[in-house]
Nanobody, 123 residues
Framework: VQLQASGGGLVQAGGSLRLSCAASGRTFSTYVMGWFRQAPGKEREFVAAINWSSSNTPYADSVKGRFTISRDNTKNTVFLQMNSLKPEDTAVYYC?????????????????WGQGTQVTVSS
């Protein structure tokens, strides 16, 4: 499985961005998908995840109410809609896929990772 993240950029605080992650492979619809981020000098942290049916979507407390994860299994794509962005949301955002299990905030449970897309929020 190959993951290609896109949609990052520079935005002012309070603005919005929509990230996309396109996946190759015919089994995408069965995978748990997740978004993580890593700011300079910090460890990678969980943002959100989604199961195959979109019925289970945990979020990090820091983004709850502002970010929304979704997926389109017909297009092998997962999205992260980011609203009310803050400077502390600045990071490289990575999408990830897990072959088994339930949506989780544990990076070690994900089998495949995309290359990351930079999100910069100016104050």
């Amino acid at each position: 499985v190959q993951l290609q993240a896109s949609g990052g950029g520079l935005v002012q605080a309070g603005g919005s961005l929509r990230l996309s992650c396109a996946a190759s492979g015919r089994t995408f619809s069965t995978y748990v998908m997740g978004w993580f981020r890593q700011a300079p000098g910090k460890e990678r942290e969980f943002v959100a995840a989604i199961n195959w049916s979109s019925s289970n979507t945990p979020y990090a407390d820091s983004v709850k109410g502002r970010f929304t994860i979704s997926r389109d299994n017909t297009k092998n794509t997962v999205f992260l809609q980011m609203n009310s962005l803050k400077p502390e949301d600045t990071a490289v955002y990575y999408c990830a896929a897990a072959k088994y299990g339930v949506p989780t905030n544990s990076a070690s449970r994900y089998d495949y990772w995309g290359q990351g897309t930079q999100v910069t929020v100016s104050s």
